[in-house]
């Protein structure tokens, strides 16, 4: 050994054998051989062979000279750093160079080397991979620790391997570089900032992407490392999150994505880097707070995150950022919530509540956005989204903003597919999502055509596809059909209806491009032009492309007759698919991409294109309806019971015999209808006879076989089948069969004869028959009809009572309850009136006394006999029976025309009706006729007596009809300037004079200058005038203020003698004209024309009387706030539907969010209510017949009206009561203006309480006509019988389905008759934004003991214990809480999804209100 030694010192290199010196004498290529074989020495050699290691001592040192570690050749230099690398193997754990310089040129020597890895190819990578091996195996790296320099080396090693690394590397080369990489972490006393960088660099997104290898190498390592470089990671953070220190890395503008990287590695290396975060979320600085929302977002949505779990603290600050003052940050937050939803389920109840904050946010796009989360998850999985979270995308189907609703109309519908119509996750999930059919069906009560078009396209495409094959489709549209709710069902039915009249028009235009040109050609079709544009989206530039298409059409006739056989009723579902892309096709242009004419054509084209409905659809229905009739059908499993299914059944066919008759004729289809008419089912059968109605015109010469079978049929139901079934059936005679007078005939003469009134029961159907002939067939029936009327109808059925009634305090029952008698007087009431509408004219005076006996019920209160038989449930219906009748007859001028004044007034009152379901039944008659144009113009002021009703639902129904009339009425002028000569029966302005004289003969009215009377005056004017004021078109300010003003210039033409009636006259006039002056700016400028005032109602204006006085007492000038009416969607204080002909709704609508709600209000009086149901946007034209009755409406009370005396006693007894439904008395206004206007902000529970006390409470004023009850009323009827006084008392609930029938019967005569206006179409444009006054006062307690009108109408007063209803009230909460989901939107009608929720909360069994004295509250 000693030997060894010496030789070492000797400083002579021993050579392994065979290897001859190694200089820069000899070749490369010797060199490298020779090298070749000191490797495979050294490659032998081991740690225990201290021998050899002496021998090889200088050999290892020369190998570390300049001239090897700086050689030219890459060869020499690899075999030198594999005896190098061999070196430090066997003389580990000393290494033989002792020198420090020395050893970092070797080690960044070594570095330089192993760069050779990175091509795996080349013929020396054995040897490049052996030196990574050896290196690492033996951790040679860590003999640096010592080095000053140390961090170089490090650093440049890191350098090297992530550079070098490569997809062409297998996994042990990765494993040595992670192995000699971390023993360098977790071996030495610390890790350099330089160092970290370089290992993160490869986490950064850019470098990432460029090499994924480096990226998956410093992942290996940090994983590897996690709790030795765990320090390191957090001071750096620390440095540049908490110190703000960005200098100390060239990383720190990545810290968000390093983290986010760091964090899929291992959490464990950010465990004191999160609080950090926490401490981020709170910055002053917008962006650096999106930034870390950016990265929480990432890191909680995480597929396998943990992290909301084990940091509570930081979860929850992060849901804080979801109300971000910042709006990207919100749009961040909610962005991140569907990743949430879809990877962590459970954390769905935390981001409830912030998402629905968000869904009300006042950002447009952040609402966009929420619903596209929910969606995204719901479409993923629908059990990862909650009803609430469903919930919310439901609301936004009625935001203010087309992008937001379409989102989540389409959001919907496509969840409906998936889970309802695909079934993809079974019954429960088709169960969850049921409400979305109707929801989305509801939309089509929108005013927006973009709305309805999207409704039609979702029909189309998601709830009944139109490419499914034909009896698949019929089952699905069947059983749909079968379970919408009764609104959903009214959407779809005016859907297709409103298409059929598009169609109807696009073939009109047809017609019309085929006649010669002229100028009436060209106005006719600029009029059938604006119909259809009307129709389309954006109608400002669909009226040029309307036009162009009518251009195109003229010269096109390919395209013609492409468009003529869509529109044809015989189109099928196959041609027309084939038309629609002909038709697109000519007209489109590939070098015209982007085409808005063809995209208006494909918007018509997707309306008027029959999808659904042809021929042989209608048989797969009819077949569809017969398998569940034989009991094959699958109705069970479809979830709806099968008489269910049956009748719903017959109802989509007698919807779709209207709008698609043709396709009903073949006798498969006729064959299965008469086997519908032998049901028992009467809904049944009388669908199948109106089936039959529609569409058996042709049927007597096209199928007499069938005709032969049906005509007994109908014949026996006409004599004996149920009263409605016995219409149709004289209907369907009078439509199918050409000798319908010896039909008609073979049914009047036997069922004359056995008109007997000691059997009720029995004739009410006889009546039916007869009521309908005489109206279809009055000639032929005319003399027995007037014997019949005369003699049967008038002195034996309705001037006798014989089965006295039930004694009850109910005001209403079911019609199931209602006794036969009085059924059969009503159908003789209505056989009357249908037998005067038949004659249409009054020669023989008949109308004279048909109005004088209808006068006489209205006035005995429906007791015509006044013998006190009768139970107050049928006066009620015998009530509405002669209110409703006297409308019929006014909407045929020849009965107008005899009706007077003081029968037009009477009719009026029963607007105030004491029972509520009669005055909202009479109220939708009133406006049905009043929507057709049918009845004149005076009937509109009708709608100002409900002012004074208690129930909001009435009052915002009254508004409704108000603001559709009016705007139905300036848009049929618009559209027809011919009619200006019918200025006065149309202009809505006209209906001032009207209003004025009705109220000024109102029966409350006793004292001229009583302040609370006048106030009352003040209001029902109000009512109107806030809508007719709401725009000031062509100066129709100043024009009502001149009418006003020419008023006072008259007398009254009822009575013109009478001084006090000429006083009220006047004093109306100023309580207008204040109101006039107070809300208008413009008017005392010059009226646009001179007012016509009707003759009937005021006298010539005298020329020598110049009537400048005021006639108010000076107290009222208080009372008039100035302001001018704002125009406003819709407003209100109760989201609830409201009973209306057609679709006459609105959806509550406030601001978008809490935070930007505007306090605007429109000014009135100090006594107006706080929200108000506003319909200035509602168009009807295309809804006329759907009926929208609310069961949920009848549930409220109603107020009484005075007609009479009160005695003293009464009054004093009602002093300090306050009214029913009515703010505090107005002695302080300012009280009252801080109540009444407090803007949108309002509490929810402040109008919940106020609706609940004003339903749940009595009346709060004395009945209209009657003193308050009290005991000591009790004997007036005994002692001093008058005539009843009518009024209005609390309303009883109304059954569900009360009077449909009998208002359906009447509707559809009116159809019948209507044959001009019916069509019209007209678009509301104006916006009414004011709220509806709300009674400011109380009523004066001793008013009508002062002044005693010259007739007492009416009742009796009642003892106090008649007003006693037992029976608890129905609490409000849940229309505030609907109110309060609403809370942000604004939308332009009622929502039918309350509708819904009302009639579900309506549908539990009926319950009686109390009703009390004033005091009960």
Known sequence: MAHSKNRATDGKITYPPGVKEISDKISKEEMVRRLKMVVKTFMDMDQDSEEEKELYLNLALHLASDFFLKHPDKDVRLLVACCLADIF???????????????????????????????????????????????????????????????????????????????????????????????????????????????????????????????????????????????????????????????????????????????????????????????????????????????????????????????????????????????????????????????HPDLAKDLTEYLKVRSHDPEEAIRHDVIVSIVTASKKDLSLVNDHLLNF??????????????????????????????????????????????KLLHIYYQNSID?????????????????????????????????????????????????????????????????????????????????????????????????????????????RKQLETLVSPSCSCKQAEVCVKDITKKLGSPKQPSNPFLEM????????????????????????????????????????????????GLELLKVLSFTHPVSFHSAETFESLLGCLKMDDEKVAEAALQIFKNTGGKLEESFPHIKSVLLPVLQHKAKKGPPRQAKFAIRCIHAMFSNRDTHFAQIFEPLHKSLDTENMEQLITPLTTLGHLAMLAPEQFAGPLKSLVANFIVKDLLMNDRIPGKKTTKLWVPDDEVSPETLAKIQGIKLMVRWLLGVRNNQSKSGNSTLRMLNAILNSDGDLTEQGKLGKPDMSRLRLAAGCAVLRLAQEPCYHEIITLEQYQLCALVINDECYQVRQAFAQKLHKGLCRLRLPLEYLAVFALCAKDPVKERRAHARQCLVKNINLRREYLKQHAAVSEKLISLLPEYVVPYAIHLLAHDPDYVKVQDIEQLKDIKEALWFILEILMAKNENNSHAFIRKMVENIKQTKDGQSPDDAKINEKLYTVCDVAMNIVISKSTTYSLESPKDPVLPARYFTQPDKNFSNTKNYLPPEMKSFFTPGKPKAANVLGAVNKPLSATGKLQTKLSRMETISNASSNSNPSSPGRSKGRLDVADVDHSENEDISMKSPSEAD????????????????????????????????????????????????????????????????????????????????????????????????????????????????????????GTENIEVKPKGRGRGRRPRAAVLEAANDSVESTPPKRRGRPPKSQTAAKKPGGARSRAPASQEEESEEEMETSQQSEEEAEEEQSQDSSPKVRRKAGRRDRR
């Open 1196 to 1315: 409220k009370p109603s107020r009484g009206r005075k007609r009479g005396v009160a005695s003293s006693l009464e009054d004093k007894a009602q002093e300090s009561k306050p009214k029913r439904g009515r703010k505090r008395a107005a002695n302080s206004s300012v009280d009252n203006a801080e109540e009444t206007w407090g803007g949108e902000e309002s509490s929810v529970a402040e109008t919940a309480t106020e609706t609940e006390d004003e339903q749940n409470s009595p009346p709060k004023r004395g009945r209209r006509g009657r003193p308050p009850k009290c005991a000591t009323a009790a004997p007036a009827r005994d002692d001093a019988p008058t005539k009843g006084r009518r009024g209005r008392r609390k309303a009883a609930p109304p059954p569900e389905e009360e009077h449909e029938e009998e208002q359906e019967g009447e509707e559809e005569e009116e159809e019948e008759v209507e044959a």
């Open 89 to 343: 193997r066997i003389y580990a754990p000393e290494a033989p160079y002792t020198s420090p310089d020395k050893l970092k040129d070797i080690f960044m020597f070594i570095t330089r080397q192993l760069k050779g890895l990175e091509d795996t190819k080349s013929a020396q990578f054995n040897r490049y991979f052996y030196l990574l091996e050896n290196i690492a195996w033996v951790k040679s790296y860590n003999i640096c620790f010592e080095l000053e320099d140390s961090n170089e080396i490090f650093t440049q090693l890191y350098r090297t391997l992530f550079q070098v690394i490569n997809n062409g590397h297998n996994q042990k080369v990765h494993m040595h570089m992670v192995d000699l990489m971390s023993s360098i972490v977790c071996e030495g006393d610390s890790v350099s900032q330089e160092l970290l960088d370089t290992v993160l660099v490869n986490l950064v997104p850019a470098h990432k992407n460029l090499n994924k290898q480096a990226y998956d190498l410093a992942k290996a390592l940090l994983k590897r490392t996690a709790q030795a470089i765990e320090p390191y990671i957090t001071n750096f953070f620390n440095q540049v999150l908490m110190l703000g220190k960005t200098s100390v890395s060239d990383l720190s503008e990545h810290v968000f994505d390093l983290i986010l990287e760091l964090y899929n590695i291992d959490s464990h290396l950010l465990l004191s880097v999160l609080p950090q975060l926490e401490f981020k979320l709170k910055s002053n600085d917008n962006d650096e707070r999106l930034q870390v929302v950016k990265l929480l977002a990432k890191m909680f949505g995480a597929k396998d995150s943990e992290l909301a779990s084990q940091n509570k603290p930081l979860w929850q600050c992060y849901l804080g950022r979801f109300n971000d003052i910042h709006v990207p940050i919100r749009l961040e937050c909610v962005k991140f919530a569907s990743h949430c939803l879809m990877n």
């Open 601 to 648: 054509v494909k918007f018509l084209l997707e309306r008027i294109a029959p999808v659904h409905i042809d021929t042989e659809s209608i048989s797969a229905l009819i077949k569809q309806v017969n398998k569940s009739i034989e009991g094959t059908a699958d109705d069970e499993d479809e979830g709806v019971p099968t008489e269910q299914a049956i009748r719903a």
């Open 451 to 559: 709305d309805r078009l999207l409704v039609e396209r979702i029909f189309a495409q998601y709830m009944v596809p139109h490419n499914l094959e034909t009896t698949e489709r019929m089952k699905c549209l069947y059983y749909l059909y079968a379970t919408l709710d009764t609104n959903a069902v009214k959407a779809l039915n005016e859907m297709w209806k409103c298409q059929n009249m598009l169609r109807h028009n696009v073939k009109d235009l047809l017609d019309l491009v085929k006649q010669p040109k002229s100028d009436s050609y060209n106005k006719a079709v600029f009029s059938k032009v604006m119909v259809i544009t009307r129709n389309l989206p954006d109608p400002g530039k669909a009226q040029d492309f309307v036009k162009k298409l009518a251009q195109v059409l003229e010269e096109d006739e390919k395209i």
């Open 393 to 438: 995308v439901r609301e936004r189907t009625l935001d203010k903003r087309w992008r937001v609703r379409k989102e989540a109309m389409m959001g919907l519908a496509q969840i409906y597919k998936k889970y309802a119509l695909q079934a993809e996750a079974g019954k429960e999930a088709s169960k969850q999502i049921s409400w979305i059919k109707d």
